[in-house]
Every structure is written in C-alpha cells, then in structure tokens.
C-alpha cells in the first residue's frame, strides 16, 4: 500500500513552514524536492569518500569510480536500457540533447533537411535545433496539439518527410501533462529510416519508462526533477547511433591517447564525457533512482493519477479559472489562469503568502504559449509526496485570488 506520510517524512523540506504556513511544495515540474537517502549520500560522499574518478589508484579514488561507475547501471536499470555502455551521464537533459545536436545532426543534415517537432516542446528540445537552423540551413517542421492539448502521433508521423533526418519530441509535456505515445511514433520513424529523440524529462519522474520497448535512439534524462541534486542527468543512446556520433566537449577522460599531431577517442560512452565529471551529482542521482525503484514507479503513477483526478474535480468547480491541457489520462500537471486582470506572477504571489509554491511564466515554452494564445500560466505540478489535502489548501487559494482579482 502506498504510504504517502511515510514518504514525506523522507523529504525534510516539507516540514517547513513559508509565510507562517505549512509548505505545499507544487512546482515539482521545475524541480523536485531532496529525500534524507540523497542529501545523506552527497554529504558522506564528499565528508569521507571524495576523490576525482577513473585515473587514480588510491583508496578514496577506487570507491568514487566505484560509486559513479555503478550510477550508470542503476540508470541504464531505470531506463530499461539493456547495457550500461548505451548510457551517457552528463548535467542534465540540455546537455544531452545538445550532445545530439552536437554530435549526431550537425555532421550530416544539409540545407534543407528537417526536423519534425512538437508545439509543446521545452526550449531544451528547440534551442540546439535552432542553431542547426542558423547555421545550417535546417528547416523545423512543427506538429500542433488539439484543442484539449492532445497530440496525436499519427500527426507527428504525417509529419515525416523525404527529407526528414530526426524526430524530437518530449514524451510528457511541462507545461499540459499530455502523455504522447512516443512508441508508435518511433516504430513508424523507423519503418522510414528517421531516428527519434525523446525528451523525458517530465515522463520519467511519472511513469515506468522502458526504451527498449519504446525503441526510440536517443532518450534525455534531467536528476533534479528525479529527487536527485541539480547537475546531474543523463541520455540513452542506441549503440548504432553511438558509433554515428562525434565528440561534443573534448577534454580529459574522454580520449585513448593524446599526441602533436593526433589524437584517439576513448570508447563510448566516455568519449562522450570530457572532463572531470559531477562525481557527487551522480552519486546523488543514483539514490534518488534507487529510492523511487524502491517506491515502485507503478506505485507512484497510480498514486499521482489519483491526485490528477481529484485536482480536475476540485479544479473544474472553479467556473473563473481557465485550464490549459485537458486530456483524461494527463499527469497531475495543471497548467491555468484566471478570468481578470490576474497576471500568472499575481496569482503566484498571493498563493505564496498561504505557503502554496507553484511556478509562473512560459515555462520555457514559448511555441506552446503562442499557440495557447497566452503570455504565461501558473502551473501547479504534483510529485510523489504530494496529497489531496495540499490540493485543497491550493484551491482555498486560489479562491481567495478570485475575490483579490475579480
């Protein structure tokens, strides 16, 4: 059974008071809270444990190789990755997809060729494909959602051209909570030679995630939405498209051999690591996976399923608040505004002062908000430690910006 108080006591944060009241911590979208097994594991790690990985020999260096190295398994485990060696640890999901800008697209796509993408995308997964646009001469191909803020893949899959060379699309939006079926879309990607990108760092933190089923080439991860510290992450790479791939960051660790006049990589995935990397970010990341292994990510997606459809009840009485994704089987994402003068930032605000923390402005979805036909929403975004109370103490607020505002 699911025991949402014995979690929340995991977390030390939410024990906090905020403006004299208990904290209700909804901006689980933009980053999630620390469990006690994390901030535990990155304080031992730098108070008796720390040492630079890979080149040394010495005690302390041995167990922080071991350490991280054993990060990449626990993640390759989380993923359904079926070899460590398909997994690539970096800061985060920007830095992933950027390495596939980098390293993968840049090399062989001409003026011309296309990238299909969606309207619901995060800057992360449109910025790199703008510098290939700049730079390149590449050409976006955007796929819109309906007017409940599905998306459907056979729409994504219309998309795919004679000169479409990748795919990029987020499985589980920031700012809707629509789920997208990124499975078909990469089986039917495939079947016309186009590899496909999933950016998953919203689906990941909610729903059990296989990429070997999904069969998707590359997959981007981020650790702070994953209760891990912030700089940490990681990106699944298909092996095929690995030995595609050039460097993106050159450096130490992540060649062979270093000469005037030459220079040999070192095998994936560290070729694709220079540098020393966030050894204790890493660290942290593989607790915070451990620790949701542990909860069972059916449990948590049952669990957070049942806040989603409890806040749309709660929510759909407020007659004066107009929501943004209204999809049945969404994650416990809401994204809204009121009827009024309420700017996104007023409303914010006045939710702060009762101690409820929520996130205001475009959510790093500029395309989405111009095809929302908004400058900005306030998104309450539900984690596993959320409960229905703290939906309540939500909607008490946001009556109260009601009669502030109306």
């Not at 995308?121 to 290939?132: K, Q």
């Not at 050039?246 to 694709?272: C, L, N, Q, S, Y």
Request: aromatic share 6%; glycine share 10%; proline share 4%.
């Amino acid at each position: 059974m699911y025991d949402v108080d014995r979690i929340r006591a995991d977390f030390p944060i939410l024990g906090r008071e905020v403006n004299g009241k208990p904290l209700v911590y909804l901006d689980n979208g933009a980053s999630a809270q620390k469990p006690t097994a994390v901030i535990d594991a990155m304080t031992r790690a730098y108070s008796e444990e720390y040492a630079n990985v890979h080149r040394g020999l010495h005690t302390l260096s041995t167990i922080a190789t071991e350490k991280y190295e054993g990060v990449r398994e626990t993640i390759a485990r989380f993923l359904g990755a079926g070899n460590s060696e398909e997994i690539v640890m970096n800061s985060g999901t920007t830095e992933g997809i950027n390495l596939v800008a980098y390293g993968w697209a840049m090399p062989r796509m001409e003026p011309g060729d296309e990238i299909v993408l969606s309207v619901m995308e995060h800057h992360a997964n449109i910025v790199p494909w703008h510098f290939l646009r700049e730079r390149q001469g590449v050409v976006l191909n955007w796929v819109e959602t309906d007017s409940t803020g599905a998306l459907d893949p056979q729409k994504v899959i219309d998309a795919i051209g004679p000169r479409t060379k990748l795919v990029a699309v987020s499985q589980l939006s920031n700012v809707l909570g629509t789920k997208v079926d990124v499975k078909a879309i990469t089986e039917a990607a495939h079947a016309r030679d186009v590899p496909v990108l999933v950016d998953g760092s919203q689906a990941a933190v909610h729903m059990p995630v296989d990429v070997s089923d999904i069969g998707c080439d590359f997959y981007a991860i981020t650790g702070h939405k994953l209760y891990g510290p912030s700089g940490s992450g990681a990106i699944y790479i298909r092996k095929e498209r690995m030995a595609e791939m050039r460097p993106f960051i050159g450096g130490g660790d992540m060649i062979k051999e270093v000469h005037r006049d030459e220079i040999t990589w070192a095998d994936p995935p560290m070729k694709f690591e220079a540098g020393t990397p966030g050894i204790v970010q890493q660290i942290g990341l593989g607790v915070a996976l451990d620790y949701m292994m542990d909860v069972g990510m059916d449990s948590i997606a049952a669990h957070e399923d049942s806040l989603r459809d409890y806040a749309v009840d709660r929510l759909s009485g407020l007659n004066w608040l107009q929501q943004q994704g209204t999809t049945p089987d969404k994650a416990a994402i809401f994204s809204f505004t009121l009827d009024g003068a309420a700017h996104a930032h007023d409303i914010s605000t006045v939710l702060d002062k009762k101690g409820v923390a929520v996130r205001a402005g475009h959510h790093c979805c500029g395309p989405l908000m111009d095809h929302l036909g908004v400058t900005a929403t306030c998104r309450a975004s539900f984690g596993m430690y959320n409960t229905k109370a703290e939906i309540d103490v939500l909607v008490d607020a946001l009556e109260l910006c009601h009669e502030l505002f109306a």
